[in-house]
């Protein structure tokens, strides 16, 4: 939702409000090794600036297992700073498809042989999504996505 205000220095400017959830799976398909998991703030942007963020929280996967996560990612009162006057309508809600980017990276560590041989895997995922507002509620496909 976008909307008039001003920012902590009283710059008059919209503000953008958002609340989404990613839904993702994590899969190990190592056959003799856990892995221990964090990941980079969950970043959604808009014209290089971010309009929410999320994280994920630190988990442990063992050996040939998966595990779905939910991460939400909310925005509250971001300034717009003139990026998004194509946005700005009297109803607070933009009739315009809107592309975003969608990134962040996660890292994972493996314990082999004790802590001996601490093998890491980053990957970094960025997703190009076009937001409709005519498709509230709708899951977007992740499937655009690049894996780093």
Do not use: W
């Amino acid at each position: 939702m976008v909307q008039a205000g001003s920012d902590s220095t009283g710059v008059s400017t919209d503000m953008i409000s958002m609340n989404s959830t990613v839904k993702l799976t994590y899969r190990n398909t190592a056959t003799f090794f856990g892995v221990h998991v964090t990941s980079t703030p969950v970043a959604l942007t808009y014209s290089q600036l971010t309009i929410g963020s999320g994280t994920v929280k630190k988990f442990y996967q063992s050996r040939t297992s998966q595990r779905n996560m939910a991460v939400t990612v909310i925005g509250d009162k971001i300034p717009l700073y003139g990026s998004g006057a194509s946005l700005s309508t009297p109803t607070g809600i933009t009739t315009l498809p809107v592309p975003l980017k969608l990134e962040f990276t996660v890292r994972s560590r493996a314990y082999v042989l004790g802590k001996l041989v601490k093998p890491k895997f980053y990957k970094k995922i960025e997703c190009s999504i076009v937001y409709d507002t005519n498709k509230l509620n709708v899951p977007i496909s992740l499937k655009n996505c690049t894996y780093n």
